[in-house]
C-alpha cells in the first residue's frame, strides 16, 4: 500500500515483464491509532480525513467491519465525504484490517463518563470528548456519520431567549435544565458520579 498526496493506492506485485499500474483505492486520510475497548476487544482503526469543503472527520472503524460488507465502510466514508473506489473495497478492507499503530487509545460504544489512565472523559453522543482523560479515550461506532442529529442547533442567545428565560421564577424547569449540565460537570468540579 501507498499514500499518496491524492490517496491511498494498492501496488500489485510486479511478475515478469507486465508492469502493473498501481491501484487507486480512496482519497487521502491519516492513520491515528489502534483503537480497542481496554480489555483486548473492540479492535478499531482511527483515521482522520478532510472533506472538499475542508471539514475534518474522524472515525475509528470497528475492525469486525471488514469481515462484513466491504460496502459499508466504503460507503460510510463516501457519505463523510472521503471519495473511496467502489472497485477497491476488497482493498480498503485489507488495508484496514491488517494495519498495525503503535499508538493505541482506548475506545467506548457509549456516551457519558468512562475513566481513562489519564483521568476520567466524559463523551458526548457525537464523540465529543471533555475531561482530564479525553486524549485517551475514542468513540467507536460502526457508522462514520453517527452523531449529527446531537449537532448544535442554535446559539446561546437562542437559547437564552428561547429556554432559559423561561426558567426565572419557574423552580422545576431550572431544576430540569441544571440536571442536563450535571453530567459534564461533576468531573470539572471534583465531584463523584453516581
Known sequence: YL????GLYYRPEQTGEDIKPD?????????????????GFGWGLLIRWW?????????SIPKRMV?????????DL?????????????????????????IRLRCVDRAGWHRTDDGHAFILPGGFTIGGGRRSVVFQSSRATVGREFTPGGT?????????????????????????FAGPLLDIMGEQSG
Open 51 to 59: 472533506d472538499r469543503d475542508g471539514r475534518m472527520h474522524e472515525w
Open 156 to 180: 446561546l442567545a437562542d437559547w437564552q431567549k428561547q429556554v432559559a428565560a423561561y426558567a426565572v421564577g419557574n423552580s422545576r424547569l431550572a431544576l430540569f435544565l441544571s440536571a442536563a
Open 3 to 6: 499514500m499518496k498526496s491524492n
Open 78 to 102: 463516501e457519505d463523510a465525504g472521503l471519495n473511496c473506489s467502489i472497485a477497491a473495497t476488497r482493498l480498503l478492507r485489507q488495508l484496514i484490517a491488517s494495519v498495525r499503530t503503535i
Open 67 to 75: 469481515h462484513g460488507e466491504g460496502k459499508d465502510i466504503a460507503g
Open 23 to 39: 491501484i487507486w483505492i480512496s482519497e487521502y486520510f491519516e492513520i491515528i491509532a489502534e483503537t480497542n475497548d481496554g480489555d
